[in-house]
């Protein structure tokens, strides 16, 4: 039986599996953090944010939760952080074959191994655009590849990487980056293209994973590990705008929220840019309109291949 409460406490009519386009895996994962904990509480934290939002969306005017968002059982998989990822792997993919928009909220960054894993089983030619103050580009830390620090790593060898927002790194990760795909904080507010710069390095599909910590810490306080010199949240919002205008943006999640019981408006902010963030992936869709999210069965080499022409005359 479920129990997750709906998303923002939309009706009912409108968070049902299978007529909702979106749907939302909570991962209340705190394994591996290092400093700050309790990212295990941010996506409640999150979804009891979003029932105090308004719905509908000034910039947009849509009210995007009537394409229906459906909310999974948390993912509480926490015998290890390699079976966490490998079940949010099994999770994401799972509704990504249901032609669902497939979006996550952690739970600390780490969960994206196994969102990444998924989106690029199932994409052609992938970009991860990767939006954090940290590069988490560590092969392993502290005897795992599953740590929060090494988020990043198998996409940097297996998919189109752009990172953007970076301010803190070991100097071992400089090994790994690629340079040429890096917007580096201090080198961004010096730069009025670097927007430009960003989605002309994005190839047609992406899967943006965002760490909340990507944000100035005047505006999100709430995060494992705050830096100072951040995103705004403007710059933020036109950033993801102009990607999902020219893109497909074929899902994302949104990790390291750490709820503080002294601020309430990080969990508030979280919810209104996840919000935000569908309201721009479906800006230009009908409620009516059926959702095709243009999986391919692309390494099934022909078995159990449903023909596509099968109905086509010869
Ligand atoms: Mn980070």
């Known amino acids: 039986m479920k129990t997750t409460k709906n998303y923002a406490g939309i009706p009912d009519e409108f968070a049902q599996l299978e007529k909702s386009k979106v749907v939302l895996i909570p991962v209340p994962y705190d394994g591996t953090s290092t400093w700050g904990k309790g990212a295990d509480k941010g996506p409640e934290a999150l979804l009891e944010a979003s029932e105090n939002m308004e719905l509908y969306d000034i910039e ?4 995007v939760y009537q394409q229906g968002v459906y ?3 948390p993912i509480t998989e926490l015998s290890s952080p390699k079976a966490m990822v490998n079940s949010v792997h099994d999770r994401t993919k799972e509704y990504i074959k249901r032609n669902k928009f497939v979006t996550l909220i952690g739970g600390e960054h780490s969960l994206s191994i196994g969102s990444i894993r998924a989106f690029n089983e199932c994409f052609d030619n992938l970009t991860v655009l990767h939006i954090d103050a940290h590069a988490d580009l560590r092969e392993s830390y502290e005897g795992t590849p599953y740590n929060h620090a090494c988020a990043v790593y198998e996409a940097s060898q297996n998919t189109n990487l752009v990172q953007v927002g ?8 400089m090994t790994i980056m690629d340079t040429e795909k890096t917007f580096f904080a201090h080198e961004m507010v010096d730069d009025e293209y670097w927007m430009d710069k960003v989605v002309d390095l994005l190839t047609d599909n992406v899967f943006i994973t965002f760490d ?10 709430s995060t494992g590990t705050p830096e100072p010199g951040g995103l705004l949240w403007y710059e933020t919002l036109e950033l993801l705008k102009q990607v999902f205008e020219e893109k497909n943006v074929v899902g994302f999640d949104l990790v390291e929220l750490c709820p503080n019981e002294h601020d309430k408006s990080s969990n508030f902010l979280a919810a209104k840019l996840y919000y935000k963030m569908l309201s721009y992936k479906f800006m230009n869709e009908a409620v009516e309109d059926e959702y095709d999210n243009t999986y391919e069965l692309t390494n099934s080499a022909g078995t159990n291949s449903v023909s596509k022409f099968d109905d086509e005359d010869e």
Request: a negative charge; aromatic letters at 0%; hydrophobic letters at 45%.
């Open 166 to 173: 970076i301010r803190s790194m070991d100097a071992i990760e």
């Open 60 to 63: 947009t005017a849509t009210e």
């Open 71 to 73: 909310v999974t059982e």
């Open 212 to 221: 909340l910590d990507a944000l100035d810490p005047s505006i999100l306080p």
